[in-house]
């Protein structure tokens, strides 16, 4: 598993992102804390549903309800193809 620090996952996030989607995932630490970006696939709608009560309920930098509204909306309809498979 690779691993970083938090700015080079900055400067290269599109490529971890898809080194991840590819089965790859890298691990980043960020004072003396490790974080893991990897794929995820909700195995249903209403599980990725509970995962984004989940971040919208923690700390995090304000963002916008019509933010979280596109997020719920696009997990959602790939967790739909995913579960069509």
């Known amino acids: 598993m690779k691993t970083c620090s938090l700015s080079e996952a900055k400067t290269s996030l599109g490529r971890l992102a898809d080194e991840a989607l590819r ?27 509970a995962f984004i009560d989940e971040g919208i309920a923690s700390e995090h930098f304000e963002l916008t309800d019509a933010f979280w509204e596109g997020v ?4 959602r309809k790939l967790a739909r193809e995913m579960v069509a498979k």
């Open 23 to 49: 089965g790859h995932p890298t691990v980043i630490a960020r004072g003396g804390k490790l974080l893991i970006l990897q794929a995820y696939e909700p195995p249903n709608p209403e599980i990725f549903d």
């Open 72 to 75: 719920r909306v696009r997990g």
